[in-house]
């Protein structure tokens, strides 16, 4: 009896995570075109009578079937593992919630196959589909939360009073130096890590654009947005150095800035923002008057509302300031048909999204730094048990807009691969944040988001140019 009651208690974040898997799995592939052309090849429900088994659509129909058995059971396992262990109400009641709706999104699934998934039809299947998989993602977040917060977590950044000081090597920093090393605290402060992220989000909603018009983007145009991107990104960068120069001294991370460190004048790196934003427009404005509006918007947006507003003043400085990782898809859509389409919109969704899900990561990693340079970033100001649940439900906002992107545009299996495959090894990664609670963990996280973004906004490229 005493061992049996010592026994270890099976959590049911693991059922729970695969099933938040498997229902975000069927979600995506009953968007997809090949499973929506696969529903015409079987128009009869539970079994596909009368069809043969040698067609690949009738394959493709019958995976997706044995898919929903898989994934109900495992919803099943997680409601049941809920209730059994004891988990909090809230819990229950998520998980639960997502198991009473998953005989109505089944007898959606079937009204769809027998009559041809009608539109109607199709839009409530996603919205049942997503519904359940927010569920399930909550019933995780949470029962993560109940098991972890509390206890000792080497990520929380410690109380002002006691934030050590910037380790000093003893040596002070050069501030000389010849034409090649000035040149390269040049490029330094236009942040040339962000060029690719921010360049492919701007691809992607081209590519798109180019679907929704009926023929790729020219050449020119996309030299032009790309190119105006990045010297609209080294802008907004070179901004943010001037202005945060005070504060990057003070952090760990930052303090060897090229102006913390005075290798580049406060006018001079003024200057060469304002000519970089010059250079930028002059190219966005070749394409058209909207691109440059927006272009313009993004540089203002970073250097000044979230770098002088938000940043040092709200703990949702990040959630807010996702909107300037956002505009490259609305300038991408607005460059090929110089307007503003749902598409584009809910591309920029899915980053705005996908930002704090990827950034607490890296402000859990750094949060003693983050707490010496006196920004309220979520995992300072909250904990990080806090900023580890708000990760975790920011990823699942993010995957079910990936969702609807795929229900709005004709988008293939490419897409439907990387969303799934990526989104899963990022949870993976923040599951496993939420079980070490180490920087190395935060930090494995962080970049299993760029993996999941940037393979992502390739699908889109790819799949919306071959379809």
């Avoid at 208690?9 to 075109?33: D, E, H, Q």
């Avoid at 009578?49 to 067609?55: E, H």
């Avoid at 010297?231 to 202005?243: C, D, E, K, Q």
């Avoid at 899915?350 to 990561?361: E, G, K, R, S």
Wanted: with cysteine.
């Amino acid at each position: 009896m005493t061992a049996e009651r010592d026994a270890p208690v099976r959590s049911p974040a693991r059922p729970l995570a695969g099933a938040a898997v498997a229902v975000y799995l069927l979600v995506v592939a009953g968007a997809t075109a090949a499973v929506a052309d696969a529903a015409a090849a079987c128009g009869t429900w539970p079994t596909c009578r009368g069809a043969a088994l040698s067609d690949p659509a009738l394959l493709v129909a019958w995976g997706h079937r044995l898919a929903a058995v898989v994934a109900g059971v495992l919803v099943a396992a997680g409601a049941i593992l809920a209730w059994r262990r004891g988990s909090k109400p809230r819990v229950r009641a998520a998980v639960t919630a997502a198991l009473v709706l998953y005989p109505v999104q089944v007898g959606i699934g079937a009204l769809a196959a027998t009559r041809g998934a009608p539109v109607d039809l199709a839009g409530a299947h996603l919205g049942v589909g997503v519904t359940i998989f927010a569920g399930t993602l909550l019933a995780l977040a949470w029962q993560l939360e109940d098991e972890t917060a509390g206890a000792h977590d080497p990520l929380d950044a410690p109380a002002p009073g006691e934030v050590s000081p910037p380790a000093d090597d003893g040596s002070a920093p050069s501030t000389t130096g010849g034409l090649a090393a000035t040149a390269v605290a040049y490029v330094r402060l236009t942040k040339p890590r962000l060029w690719w992220l921010l360049c492919m989000v701007a691809a992607a909603a081209m590519a798109l654009a180019g679907q929704a018009v009926g023929q790729p983007p020219a050449l020119s145009t996309v030299g032009l947005t790309l190119g105006g991107g990045v010297l609209a990104i080294a802008a907004s960068g070179t901004f943010n150095h001037v202005l945060e120069r005070d504060v990057d001294r003070r952090m760990q991370r930052t303090a060897d800035r090229p102006l913390a460190t005075d290798e580049v004048g406060v006018r001079n790196a003024t200057a060469f923002g304002v000519v970089l934003t010059a250079a930028s427009l002059a190219l966005f404005l070749e394409v058209n008057a909207l691109a440059a509006g927006l272009g313009l918007t993004a540089v203002l947006f970073y250097s000044v509302v979230y770098t002088l507003v938000l940043k040092p003043n709200t703990v949702q400085n990040t959630v807010i300031g996702g909107a300037a990782g956002a505009l490259p898809a609305l300038i991408g859509w607005a460059a090929v048909t110089g307007g503003v389409g749902l598409p584009g919109l809910v591309l920029a969704g899915v980053i705005f999204l996908w930002t704090p899900a990827h950034f607490y990561n890296l402000a859990m990693a750094h949060s003693e730094d983050y707490a010496r340079g006196e920004f309220p970033m979520l995992p300072v100001v909250r904990g990080s048990a806090v900023a580890r649940k708000h990760v975790l439900l920011y990823l699942g906002a993010t995957l079910a807009s990936a969702a609807v992107l795929t229900w709005l545009v004709d988008l293939g299996a490419l897409y439907a691969l990387a969303t799934v495959g990526l989104g899963s090894v990022f949870l993976w990664a923040v599951l496993r944040l939420h079980r070490e609670r180490t920087e190395a963990a935060a930090m494995r996280a962080f970049h299993a988001s760029n993996a999941y973004l940037g393979g992502l906004l390739l699908a889109v490229v790819v799949d919306a140019l071959a379809l």
